[in-house]
C-alpha cells in the first residue's frame, strides 16, 4: 500500500480499493488456512470494529465538520503574515485534527499569496507544520495519538507530554520559515510591491472574514464527547470492547456531523471546493492497514520468542526500552508506512499496556508518539492530508516536488531539529 502508488500510479489511483480487497482477503485466507475460522473471524472484527470504525468515524466527522467552514484573508502574504498563519494554523490543528486543518486552511494560504511567483516553499513547510507538527498535542489532533487514545490513553496526557517535543521543533520551524520566506520574498521584491495595493485591504474592511460559524461550535462538541467518552467504562456489549462512552462518543460524532452538513449552506462547502473523494480513499486505505497489521501484532506480542526477535533485543535489552531507538525507528517507518498503524505497531512492542506505558515507560510512549506525528511530515505518504494538500496546490498552479524531490527538502530541514528533539528521550 505504501509502494504501489509510487510504482504504478495510474493502477493505483483506479483500482485502489479492489487491489486493497484483495490483499486483504489472500491475507485473511492464509490466515484461516494456519489458524482456523475462530481466531481469523474475532482478530478482523476485533481490529475493525475497535480500532478502525472510531478512527473513520473521528477522521470522517471532523472532515465534514471542517468542510463547512470558510476562511478569507484580506492581506497580502509576506514573510511575517505567513508565519503568523503557519504559527496559529499549526495550533488549530491540535483542534481541528491535520486533515481539518489542512482543508480549511490550505487555500486562504494561497490566496494570500496568489501575488507570489515562488511558492513551492510555503506549501512545503504548510505540509510539514499544519498537516503533521501541529497535531501533536491532543488526540484529535493526529490520527496515530487518537489510536493512543482508542487504546487507553488519557487525554490530556499527551498535550502534557509532547508539549516540550512540540516547541523544540515549532519554533525553529517556524524561525527558518520566516528567513525562507524573506529570501524568496526579496527576490521578487518589485513583484511583490506592484501588487500590494492590488492586495492591501480598505480601512474598514475585516482582516479576517469567516463563514459556517456554528461548525466552530460543532467541533468543540466533537473535542466534548472524546474528553468525556472515557467517563463510562462499562462494556456496551459482550462481543465487542465497546464501553458506554465509546458508543457515547461516535454515535454522537455522526449526528454532530450529519447536522452540520444538512444545516450548513452548501455555498460555503462548493466554495471549499468540498468532496468525500480524500475521506473515501482514507476509509478504503485504512481499512486494509488495520487487517493486514493485525497479524503484526500478534507476533509482536511474542517478543523475544517470536519473528521480530532481532528487533525485540534491540529495542528491549533486558526488558528495558531504548527510548531513542523507538523515536527514530517507529518515526522512520511512519514516514513510509504511514504512522498511524506504525505507532499501534510500536504501541503493542513497548508492552501494549496504556497504564504501564503512560507511567512506568512515559517516555518510552513520548518517544513513540512524537516519533510517529513528527516524521509523517518526511514524505508525502508519511500522513493522511500531505498528498491532499499537493494535489490542492498544483491544481491551482503550484508547481511541487517530486517525491523524492520533497524528501530532499524534508531532510535538509527536519532531520536537524528531530536530531535536536531526540535528546528529550536520551
Known sequence: MAICPLIAPRLWSQHYGKIIAAWCFGLLAFVFIISGWKPTFSLSLHSLNDHYLPFIILVAGLYSIAGGIKIRIQTPGTPLSNTIFLGLGSLLASVLGTTGAAMVLIRPFMEMNAHRNIRRHQIMFFIFSVANIGGSLTPIGDPPLYIGFLQGVPFFWTTLHLLFPFLAIFIPLMIIFYWV?????????????????????????????????????????????????????????????????????????????????????????????????????????????????????????????????????????????????????????????????????????????????????????????AGAVFMGALTYIGNAPNFMIKSIAEESGIKMPSFFGYIAWSAVILLPLLWLVSFFFS
Not at 461548525?215 to 463510562?232: D, F, H, K, P, Q
Not at 526477535?309 to 529495542?315: D, E, I, Q
Not at 504511514?338 to 503493542?348: C, K, M, Q
Request: proline letters at 6%; hydrophobic letters at 45%.
Open 181 to 369: 520566506d524573506f529570501y524568496f520574498y526579496r527576490k521578487e521584491d518589485p513583484i511583490t510591491e506592484r501588487f500590494h495595493g492590488e492586495y492591501a485591504p480598505a480601512s474598514k474592511e475585516r482582516l479576517i472574514e469567516i463563514d459556517g460559524i456554528p461548525n466552530i461550535l460543532a467541533i468543540l462538541g466533537v473535542i466534548a464527547l472524546v474528553i468525556i467518552s472515557s467517563l463510562w467504562p462499562q462494556k456496551f456489549v459482550t462481543w465487542s470492547d465497546w464501553t458506554v462512552g465509546d458508543a457515547i462518543r461516535n454515535i454522537g460524532i455522526i449526528i454532530i456531523a450529519l447536522s452540520s452538513y444538512k444545516l450548513t449552506s452548501p455555498l460555503i462547502r462548493i466554495d471549499n471546493n468540498f468532496d468525500w473523494h480524500p475521506v473515501q480513499e482514507i476509509a478504503k486505505i485504512f481499512a486494509g492497514i488495520f487487517i493486514t497489521v493485525t497479524p503484526v501484532i500478534e507476533m509482536l506480542k511474542l517478543g523475544n520468542n517470536g519473528p521480530f526477535h532481532t528487533l525485540s533485543a534491540f529495542l528491549m535489552p533486558n526488558g528495558a526500552p531504548k527510548n531513542n531507538g523507538f523515536f527514530w525507528i517507529a518515526g522512520g517507518l511512519s514516514a513510509w508506512l504511514d504512522n498511524a498503524p506504525t505507532y499501534l505497531v510500536f504501541f503493542h512492542f513497548a508492552g501494549g499496556d496504556a497504564g504501564t506505558l503512560t507511567t512506568t515507560f512515559a517516555k518510552t510512549l513520548t518517544a513513540i508518539s
